[in-house]
């Protein structure tokens, strides 16, 4: 039998269990593999994340649902690096490179006097692909009917290092009433059955966020709802700027993204889009807080 530590640590907020909770594995070079996945399955939490060693980068974060590895996860970057940055591990360091199964990715932390430190990482270019399924289906599995899908813009598949389907949704009260069928989502979701949707809407709880959203979990992954999501955030403000309102600016263009209110997890992503040369450049922005240690024995 092994004991390892684990750091339970919200991310996008700074108030103790609201955000998206991920455990930190900081020494994740004592474990193997299947170490590392039966952690992930006992501490529950959408992902684990498992801080080891680089050749290319600061540091390598390999990312865990109970159910599988995933190649990005940005919820549980942002608690990584602040895990990391809180134990003195990064030096003076405030501009770093994270190894992932998505790519070098840079991070930088600031530490604001109202905010307490920021992580900003960017993510990967961002993709789009069709969905050609069912509006009916992709409805019902969510729990609503096709009159709650807002058909001016169009259901993407997207990605900015995890794809995720794109759902935009009328109304608040539209996503109150979402009732997922998890199980339902690979028959749903035929062109790409494993990922995960992601239902939005420009109404919001907070005046001062831009859009609101929820995140329900691909069946494989073994979890039913991510409270607040890194990566789909990415994704929805590229897919702002891709087709709801086409840049037409060169400068950057800011959204805040609340998530979790549903559940009571209340949370906020800070979303950066700028446009370059080849395609869009994303980097998402959060806070994260400890809550407690954890001994899980596997």
Known sequence: MKRV???????????????????????????????MQAV???????????????????VRIRFFTPGHEMNLCGHATMATVFSLLSHG????????????????LPVKIQTMPDEGVLITMRQAAPQFADFNGSVDELAAAIGLVSEDIELRWPIQYGS??????????????ACKRMKPDNARFPHVLQEMPHVSIHPFCMETYDQTADMHARHFSSPYSGTQEDPVTGTASGVMGAYYVTYIEPETTAGPRTFVIEQGQEID??????????????????????????VKEMIVTI
């Open 5 to 35: 530590e684990v750091l339970h640590v919200d991310a996008f907020s700074q108030i103790p269990n609201k955000g998206n909770p991920a455990g930190v594995v900081l020494e994740g070079d004592s474990l193997t593999d299947d170490e």
């Open 40 to 58: 992930a399955l006992q501490v529950g939490f959408n992902e684990t994340a498992f801080a080891v060693r680089s050749e290319v980068a600061d």
């Open 89 to 104: 591990l990064l030096e003076e360091k405030r501009e770093i490179t994270i190894e992932t199964k998505a790519g070098i």
């Open 160 to 173: 900015t290092g995890i794809w995720t389907l794109i759902v935009p949704v009328k109304s608040l009260d």
């Open 265 to 290: 997890r209340d949370g906020r992503v800070r979303v950066t889009v700028s446009p370059n040369q080849e395609s869009l450049q994303v980097e998402i922005t959060g806070t994260a807080v400890f």
